[in-house]
Structures are given as structure tokens and as C-alpha cells.
């Protein structure tokens, strides 16, 4: 007769879980970051749920050893996820030191999601069906204006639009755009790496397109979008042309021209990129 066995304890499923999360020399690194991976996940649920928590009642909880919790809870300190905080003398039980509890920090809680992309959808749809699109617009103008409203200072003091168009890539990589720019042709092109907002700009592209206007504002030139991550591109990239071509036979600008400042909003060029322009 076969004998089954009884269901293992929390401290067998404990042994096992640190077994995982703190491998030998065989074990095999992928399948021990993976372990580690959904025991430190597991660990910051917990936090989220119960926090603030003691290191020893997330090792209860859990199953897992003392040592295996508070490695893990160091770790999330560390990247920022997590912060701590000393009991309080009301729940306090003896004369020794406080208890150290552990609590998520707003970066931790974006390991778990958030619904702020939906919330933003919802809330523009609403003004689009009660105040009409030119309200949206007017609120994708007025977030770009505040957006660039630190940086015009810097912008302004750059002497052409190739200056420009760094000052601007520098400004927007603070803004979390995380953006540069390259010599193309006879441009260069401005390449945000990522968009806070582009799962919003996908049902409202009035946000891309006052994005664009504002870039031209504030480098004081025709400006041309090429590529967008809200239309499934790798990089938002923006074409800023640094040659001015004249409006009978396309002759190279007079060198005088380069350094007369930003050219007049009348005279922004509308004609295709030239020939080098590509996208990333």
C-alpha cells in the first residue's frame, strides 16, 4: 500500500521557497532569478497589502527564513521600492529597540500597475463630449506651455536651432522623455525614447500634435514629425531642419543667415524633409 504523505508545513515550504531564492553552486542562474524574482514580488505584495510590516511577520506569513526576508527587503530599499519606518511606542512590547517596519514607496506600488492611463482617457473623453475638441486641444496647448515653461530660459539662450534642439533634448529627458538628438542631412533629429503619455496620445492625438507646435515655438523653426510611440513607432521623432533654403532655386542659405536667430513664423518652411532626413 502507497503511502501519501501529510501536506507540507509552512517551514518545509519555507525551506524550499530559501532553497530557491539562495541556490548552491549548481544551480542554474536563470531558474534562480526567476525564483528570486516571484519571491521578492511576493514579498512587496505583502507590503502593499499589510504595510507597515515587520521583517519577521513578512517572514511568517510568507514561510520563508528571517535571512531570506530581510535580503529581499533590502534589495527593495535600495532600488527605491520600499522605505522604512520605526514602530510605534504604542504597539511597542518591551524595552529594546523599536521594530523596524517596511512600507512601499510610490515606485514600489508601480510594480503592481496603476489605472492612470484610463483615468486619463476617461477624463478627456468627458471634456471632448461636453466642452467639444477644441477643449481638448486647448488643454494638450496649455500642458505643452507648462511643460517647456522652465526650460525657455536656456532654449532662448542658444544661439541657432541645432543648439536648440539639445538644450530641448536635455530639458525633456528631465521631463522623463528620455530623449537625444543626431546630425541628419541637413537637420537634426530630435528622438524621444519614451512617452509618459502615450497610451492617452493613441485616442488623443491633439496631445502629439501641440507637442509639435510647442517644439517649433521654442526652437524657432518648421519642425516635422516623422515617427510617434502612440502610432506603434520605437521613438517619437521630431525633423528639425538648421538649413534655410531659399524660395527660388533651392541655393544654400548665406552663411550670415546661420547665426540671424530664430527665423519668423511667416517664413517657417512647409516642404518635405530633404534628402538624408530618416527616422529611427
Not at 527587503?73 to 514602530?87: C, H, N
Not at 501641440?210 to 510617434?228: M, N, P, Y
Not at 531642419?241 to 550670415?256: K, L, N, Q
Amino acid at each position: 500500500m502507497k503511502n501519501v504523505g501529510t501536506p507540507p508545513t509552512a517551514a518545509e515550504v519555507g525551506a524550499v521557497a530559501d532553497a530557491v531564492t539562495e541556490p548552491g553552486p549548481a544551480a542554474q542562474p536563470g531558474a534562480a532569478a526567476y525564483g528570486d524574482g516571484r519571491t521578492r514580488h511576493a514579498v512587496a505584495r505583502l507590503l502593499l497589502e499589510r504595510g507597515p510590516i515587520a521583517a519577521a511577520a513578512v517572514a511568517d506569513e510568507l514561510g520563508l527564513s528571517p535571512t531570506a526576508v530581510r535580503r529581499h527587503l533590502d534589495v527593495l530599499v535600495a532600488e527605491g521600492e520600499a522605505y522604512t519606518r520605526e514602530s510605534s511606542p504604542r504597539g511597542r512590547r518591551g524595552r529594546g529597540r523599536p521594530a523596524k517596519l517596511f512600507l512601499l514607496t510610490e515606485v514600489g506600488r508601480a510594480r503592481f500597475g496603476h489605472a492612470y492611463d484610463d483615468l486619463a482617457v476617461a477624463a478627456l473623453r468627458f471634456i471632448a463630449e461636453h466642452e467639444g475638441e477644441r477643449a481638448v486641444r486647448e488643454f494638450a496647448d496649455r500642458r505643452m506651455a507648462e511643460l517647456v515653461a522652465n526650460h525657455r530660459e536656456v532654449l532662448a539662450a542658444a544661439a541657432n536651432p541645432a543648439e536648440r534642439a539639445e538644450v530641448l533634448a536635455d530639458a525633456l529627458t528631465r521631463e522623463g522623455y528620455a530623449a537625444s538628438t543626431r546630425s541628419v542631412g541637413t537637420g537634426e533629429q530630435l528622438c524621444q525614447h519614451h512617452c509618459p503619455v502615450a497610451h492617452v496620445a493613441a485616442d488623443f492625438p491633439q496631445l502629439c500634435e501641440a507637442e509639435t507646435a510647442a517644439f517649433a515655438e521654442v526652437l524657432g523653426t518648421h519642425v516635422q514629425r516623422l515617427a510617434t510611440i502612440a502610432n506603434g513607432d520605437a521613438a517619437c521623432t521630431t525633423h528639425v531642419p538648421t538649413a534655410r533654403f531659399a524660395d527660388s532655386g533651392g541655393d544654400c542659405p548665406d552663411p550670415a543667415q546661420k547665426s540671424a536667430g530664430p527665423i519668423p513664423k511667416d517664413q517657417w518652411s512647409t516642404a518635405p524633409i530633404p534628402d538624408g532626413g530618416e527616422s529611427v
